[in-house]
Structures are given as C-alpha cells and as structure tokens.
C-alpha cells in the first residue's frame, strides 16, 4: 500500500522540485538540452485569459454539486491504485470531450470539461511526484 502524501501549493521547479520564490529567478540544478541551465520564475498568471479558468472553474463546481466539494481529490489521494483508476478515467473523458467537440457537438462544455481533466491530471502529477500517464498505463 502506498503512503499518503499531503500536497503543498507553493510553487516548485518541475524539474528539481525546489521551492520557487514568485519574485526571483531560479537556476535549476538540471541541464536542459543545448547545455543550458533552466531558469524558471513563477508562472505569469496574468497573460491568461480569464475566461479559460472560469469555464474550468465551472466545472469543478458541476462536480462539487453532484459528488461533494473536493470529492475528486480523494479518488487522488486514497492510494497510488485509486489514483491510477481515476487518471484513467479523467483521461478518457478528455478525450471523449475532444472528440464531440472536434464533430461539432455543443450539448455541454467540452473545453471545460478537458480543462478540468488536464487539471487533475496535472494534481496527480504533483501529487504522486511522477507523470499521470505512467499511473494510467500508457
């Protein structure tokens, strides 16, 4: 059985996981290809437009009437096998998403719906320190 983890939302370089600070640069320890060093400073949350995380806010809230507020997290955290059956489960209904939405459909939120699967994924990720597509199987 895998040891529950908490999870810190500060912000952390994804390639050596130190802690980032918003205001600084970071020199990752890491080479990048072309033997340079990485340098990341905190995301710029202002170039985003607005409307991309009110649609995925939209449908955390869709989820959070239906199945409980945070519900989703549990599915994550409980153990690294639940977490495999619901990044499984978040990537097909991306997937399934993007295929009605490339045909036309426009019977829900497709957007939405893929923001929020990439956003969970991206939980996963951060939250069992490896990529959603090796607990998924692929």
Known sequence: MSERRTVSMDLRCRQCDEALDPDATHACKYKMGGGSTRSEKAPPYHLVPPV?????SWRFGLGAEKHGEGNWM??????????AAFCKEAYNHMIE???KMVTGDT????????????CVLAYAEQFWGKPSWTLIGR
């Not at 991309?52 to 995925?56: D, K, L, T």
């Not at 549990?74 to 977490?83: F, H, L, N, R």
């Open 52 to 56: 991309g995380p009110r649609r995925i």
């Open 74 to 83: 549990k599915s994550i955290t409980d153990s690294e096998q639940a977490a």
């Open 97 to 99: 998403h993007a295929g």
């Open 107 to 118: 019977s829900d939120d497709h957007l939405g719906a893929i923001g929020w699967a990439v």
